[in-house]
Structure formats: C-alpha cells, structure tokens
C-alpha cells in the first residue's frame, strides 16, 4: 500500500519563502508530483519529480530524495495568490500513471 | 481546446437513486481517471481507464461503474446512492507516456446525497 504525510496547515507572510514537506511509504514507486487546488477549483500539476535532486519552475521548486523517501515543494516570493492546498502525490507503477495523493497542506499567505 | 469538461456541475440525489456524472476530453488522452475528494482530504482514485474498452479499479471502486467506448468519454455511474458517497467527483485524462505524466483535471461534480 501507500501512505504520503504533508503537514495539514502552513502559514507564510507574503514575499517570504515557505517548504511544504512530504515523506511517502509506497509499494512502488515511479515519482513524486505535486498538485495546487484553490478552494472550490480543480488540481492544478506544479511539478514532477522521478530522479532525486531539485526541479525549478519559476517561482517555485521541488525537491526529491528516493533514498529517504521525502520531497518537499518550495515557493518563493510568495503572492497572495498562492493561498491554496498543495498535495503531493506518489506515481505508482500500474502503468497507467496512476497517482496516490496525499491529504494536502493548506497555505495561507498573510499581508 | 476545451480540455476536460463534466457534467453537471452540482446535484443532489435521494438515497438509493442512480445517476451517471459525464466526462469528456478533447485532448486525446489515452488515459482517464475518476477520483472523488471529500471535505479537507486528498483525492481517492476510484476508476481508471488505459484506453477505449479497457477499466479497472482504483482505491475505492466499490458503489460504482465506468465504462469507456470511445477515447474522448468516461462516465462515471452511481447505483443506488448512499450518503457515503456525497462528495466532489473530479475526471482527469492525461497521455500515455512521456514528460511529466500530468494529469489534467476537470472542474468536478459536487454530489450531495440525503
């Protein structure tokens, strides 16, 4: 089976920088994705991740080490507008890209 | 592109009435993908297809069926509906191979069973 833990609440004041961690067990495992949802809206895609190390998008970056099982999203110079939950999800190896999602971190970004 | 479309976007049923949420994408996606999200919880993959005639069972099937006859459509059908199953319903297709293995979701179904 497959467990992700991300923690439930994050705060961060605006222009900062802020982590939103994710350590996963997993049967199988293929890669890391992480997703936004703005309250009310569908997931969005971010980022993915197969090989350890960091991948850059802008302003923000994912983080992956196969070794010990742990990713972490990481968002700079944060908006307002970045208030949402962020999940990450584990890609499993069914073959059709399946993903296992995490129960999702809510950040709130604060004037 | 209109990418992936659902339909209705808000009902409510009565328990142990059936309905059938539509999903339609326009982007060629071999690849289609039912999940359902309950309130401050991630997302439960409840059906997968890999293809037109080809389903299987996610996370939490039981409750539901799918069908997928062509590549573009992939309803979802409840039979005999329980509170349980009140929820958001989102579809997402994506390709079948390469790149970032994104899923492109839909704006979802808000079901409320009572």
């Known amino acids: 089976g497959q467990s992700l833990e991300q923690p439930s609440e994050v705060t961060a004041v605006e222009g900062a920088i802020v982590q939103i961690n994710c350590t996963y067990q997993?049967?199988?495992?293929?890669?890391l994705s992480w997703y936004q949802q703005h309250d009310g809206g569908a997931p969005t895609f971010l980022s993915y991740n197969a090989l350890d190390g960091l991948e850059e998008t802008g302003r923000f970056s994912s983080f992956l080490s196969r070794s010990d099982s742990y990713g972490y999203l990481l968002l700079q110079e944060l908006q307002m507008k970045d208030s949402a939950s962020y999940f990450c999800?584990?890609?499993?190896?069914?073959?059709?890209?399946?993903?296992?999602f995490g129960t999702g971190t809510r950040l709130t970004v604060i004037p | 592109n209109a990418g992936v479309t659902q339909t209705p976007k808000f009902r409510i049923l009565k328990i142990g009435q059936s309905m059938t949420l539509q999903c339609t994408q326009d982007?060629?996606?071999?690849?289609m993908y039912w999940y359902r999200q309950d309130p401050g919880m991630g997302l439960k993959l409840i059906y997968y297809?890999?293809?037109?005639?080809?389903?299987d069972k996610g996370e939490v099937p039981n409750g539901y069926n799918v069908s997928r006859s062509t590549t573009e459509d992939f309803p979802l059908r409840l039979e005999l509906a329980a509170p349980s199953q009140t929820s958001v319903y989102f579809c997402?297709?994506?390709?079948?191979?390469?790149?970032?293995?994104?899923?492109?979701f839909g704006p979802g179904t808000r079901l409320t069973v009572t």
């Open positions: 997993t049967s199988g495992f293929y890669g």
């Open positions: 297809s890999v293809g037109a005639g080809i389903t």
């Open positions: 997402a297709s994506s390709p079948a191979a390469g790149g970032s293995y994104e899923q492109y």
């Open positions: 999800a584990v890609r499993d190896r069914t073959g059709a890209n399946n993903l296992f």
């Open positions: 982007m060629n996606h071999n690849y």
